[in-house]
């Protein structure tokens, strides 16, 4: 029977948010199974246009699959299993009265103190989880101020300077939304930006005074247009920094960023040519503001969602490029003389995280398809190239899943590294999903 909590509004709501995502993203290869994910996901990085569904023919039917997800009830979550490369599904905490949940970011400060974040509740409310003792569990997540009920609300990126100064990002009913956590809980601080609306993506700290944090907001040139959004803090407060402007100030946005020191950051994404198209986009702040080192330097039909540093001179940034029928992982390099794309195992889909320990020991994290399921992807690079570790579908007390994505990878050593996505089911259930990797021969 349908969920008398689930009133009218919510499936309007939710078919409206939908709709607005599919508007501004490229088309995936398995286009049932990504629209499946983009409506349980409501902060998802990768969107189906509107019209490339009504080509399809898709597009009724999409609707209706957003009011019969609303519907369904929440069931058992995922149970550990193992998986190949020494990576393993980690039986997570059991939320109460929520489903659809996903994990978007993790941060460790070390071994024993981890934090993952995302969303709950179709979108509803943000989600914390922490990794503490040997185990996670779901932490107290202050509600965003009031707003647009019709905001999906998430955060999206966290990190830790230390284990008592932690921040996260995201989106909120007023648009833009940062916590922090100084060790007594964590607290919605004042973002800074100032035209209203947006959402931020990426965040990180080069020290407890100097943190940056990336995504898009609505074009303060009232252009009507997304555009790039950068925030820092500098301890005083989070302020808008500017943004390089792009030639036509088309619509963009900052998905990732990542700092070797106060003068060393990058931060990437995408935007969109006249025609809606789609190209990658890398932004550097070499201590005197924000530029596009070379504004030709770009990926057609493609985007970049995470970038990681491990020294001046070697930074990585992952996405998907589009190629054949659907989208393909995209890795790109830099090592001091401009970024490079370089070979990566093809597969389809996407990569949405990366992280390295050191310049030879690094991970990229996202899904996988083979025709009918999203797979849980993991790569590595241990200096000679990139290869896959693991496809993994997890199993939980509604059988195996039928789709998974992994958001965010963090590593607090080489022998202990973390991912976090989402595991979708037949049932109609998504739980946050937490992949675990230990290897004791690098301890």
């Given amino acids: 029977m349908p969920d008398p909590s689930i009133s009218d509004d919510d499936l309007l709501r939710a078919t409206r948010s939908f709709l607005d995502r599919m508007e501004r993203q490229p088309p995936p290869r398995d286009i049932e199974g990504e629209v499946m994910r983009s409506i349980l996901a409501p902060r998802r990085k990768r969107r189906i246009p509107i019209v490339r569904l009504a080509v399809s023919g898709l597009m009724t039917a ?110 909120g009913p007023q648009g833009t939304l940062i916590e922090q956590d100084t060790g007594s809980g964590w607290r919605v601080v004042s973002s800074a930006t100032s035209f209203g609306g947006g959402e931020l993506s990426g965040v990180t700290c080069v020290s407890a005074s100097d943190c940056w944090a990336v995504g898009q907001a609505p074009a303060s040139s009232g252009t009507g247009n997304d555009e790039t959004l950068i925030e820092q803090d500098t301890g005083s407060g989070w302020s808008v920094v500017p943004s390089p402007y792009l030639f036509g100030n088309p619509p963009s946005e900052l998905q990732g960023v990542a700092c070797v020191s106060a003068s060393d950051c990058w931060a990437v994404g995408w935007y969109l040519d006249g025609l809606g198209g789609e190209h990658t986009l890398i932004e550097q702040n070499t201590g005197s503001g924000w530029d596009v080192p070379d504004p030709f330097d770009s990926i057609t039909g493609g985007q970049l969602l995470g970038v990681t540093c491990t020294r001046t001179g070697d930074c990585w940034a992952v996405g998907w490029q589009l190629g054949g029928a659907g989208t393909n992982p995209l890795i790109e390099q830099s090592t ?84 976090v996505g989402f595991s979708y089911y037949a049932s109609g259930n998504m739980f946050p999903t937490v992949i675990k990797h230990t290897d004791p021969a690098a301890a």
């Avoid at 970011?105 to 409310?125: E, I, Y």
């Avoid at 597969?347 to 996202?366: K, N, Q």
């Fill in 336 to 419: 001091g003389s401009g970024w490079r794309v370089v070979t990566s195992p093809q597969h389809s889909v996407s990569l949405d995280g990366v992280t390295c320990v050191s310049a030879s020991d690094c991970w990229a994290v996202g899904a996988a398809g083979d025709g009918t399921t999203s797979q849980l992807l993991i790569e590595q690079d241990t200096g000679s190239g990139w290869t896959i570790v693991s496809r993994l579908i997890p199993s939980g007390s509604t059988g195996k899943a039928e789709d998974g994505d992994l958001n965010g990878v963090a590593c607090a050593s080489a022998s202990d590294c973390w991912a």
């Fill in 62 to 171: 999409a609707i209706v699959v957003v009011a019969c997800v609303a519907l369904l009830a929440h069931s058992g979550s995922p149970s550990t299993a193992g998986a190949p490369g020494g990576w393993r599904v980690v039986s997570g905490p059991s939320l109460r009265g929520g489903d659809l949940d996903e994990l978007q970011g993790v941060a460790c400060a070390s071994v024993n103190a981890c934090w993952a974040v995302g969303s709950s509740d179709r979108g509803t409310q943000t989600l914390i989880e922490q990794y503490t003792a040997g185990r996670w569990s779901t932490v107290s997540s202050p509600a965003p101020p009031p707003g647009n009920e019709e905001q999906p609300v998430s955060l999206n990126s966290v990190t830790c300077v230390t284990t008592s100064d932690c921040w996260a990002v995201g989106a």
